[in-house]
Nanobody, 126 residues
Framework: QLQASGGGLVQPGGSLRLSCAAS????????IGWYRQAPGKEREGVSC????????YYLDSVKGRFTISKDSAKNMLYLQIENLKPEDTAVYYC?????????????????????WGKGTLVTVSS
């Protein structure tokens, strides 16, 4: 129901745009976002937004470089990545979760996600 794409091999300082196509669910009805898992590390929330799209959350290490957005008409989620660093190398996943009681405030990536797409690999290397 979620399919991420757009990963690849990029040199440090380069850019990528990840896309996530949703089917069978409406992104506007879910908390949605991007997660990543680097080799040997735990999965971490990179950027997530509420169902309304307000108050996007960003991991501190990506603030100012990553931008999350969605196209409601196309039911698509995007992650624009600028100034890539080797430490951004990871498999990136898009995810969606039903709207829950906001116990974490706007830390949208901390909420349970119910739907996960297959990841797309981003490799940053010279």
């Amino acid at each position: 129901q979620l399919q991420a794409s757009g990963g690849g091999l990029v040199q440090p300082g380069g850019s990528l745009r990840l896309s996530c196509a949703a089917s069978g669910l409406t992104l506007d009805e879910h908390t949605i976002g991007w997660y990543r898992q680097a080799p040997g590390k735990e999965r971490e929330g990179v950027s997530c937004i509420s169902n309304s799209g307000s108050s996007p959350y960003y991991l501190d290490s990506v603030k100012g470089r990553f931008t999350i957005s969605k196209d409601s008409a196309k039911n698509m989620l995007y992650l624009q990545i600028e100034n890539l660093k080797p430490e951004d190398t990871a498999v990136y996943y898009c995810a969606a979760g039903v709207v829950r009681t906001p116990i974490y405030g706007s830390r949208w990536c901390d909420y349970d996600m119910d739907y996960w797409g297959k990841g797309t690999l981003v490799t940053v290397s010279s």
